[in-house]
């Protein structure tokens, strides 16, 4: 497995979903290593790598491959289903603003 990172902003919409977080940068690099040695991996949109969690499945974590570094960075998340955490109308909706 390469080198994970994970940005700012993977780790707030993490904070968001995930409750209880000790050290959430380290949890996310841990999952993501976990589930990316796993095989469950797909490809995303303008070349992204989307991860899917080992422990909850609708947890999605869309990744860039830095491959000269042999680095995976981890740029943001989303859950899937309508029993998520951040329902998706409230993303929607700040979706609409922007």
Same mark, same amino acid.
């Given at each position: 497995? =390469?080198?994970?990172?994970?940005?700012?902003?993977?780790?707030?919409?993490?904070?968001?979903?995930?409750?209880?977080?000790?050290?959430?940068?380290?949890?996310?690099?841990?999952?993501?290593? /976990?589930?990316?040695?796993?095989?469950?991996?797909?490809?995303?949109?303008?070349?992204?790598?989307?991860?899917?969690?080992?422990?909850? =499945?609708?947890?999605?974590?869309?990744?860039?491959?830095?491959? #000269?570094?042999?680095?995976?960075?981890?740029?943001?998340?989303?859950?899937?289903?309508?029993?998520?955490?951040? #329902? /998706?109308?409230?993303?929607?909706?700040?979706?609409?603003?922007?």
């Amino acid at each position: 497995m =390469a080198l994970v990172s994970v940005t700012d902003h993977a780790v707030e919409r993490y904070l968001q979903r995930v409750r209880g977080a000790l050290d959430p940068r380290l949890e996310i690099t841990a999952r993501v290593s /976990k589930a990316f040695d796993a095989g469950q991996v797909s490809p995303g949109e303008r070349g992204a790598i989307l991860v899917r969690d080992l422990q909850r =499945a609708d947890l999605v974590f869309v990744c860039i491959e830095d491959k #000269p570094r042999g680095e995976l960075l981890v740029v943001t998340l989303w859950e899937e289903g309508e029993d998520a955490e951040v #329902p /998706k109308r409230f993303t929607d909706v700040l979706r609409g603003r922007r």
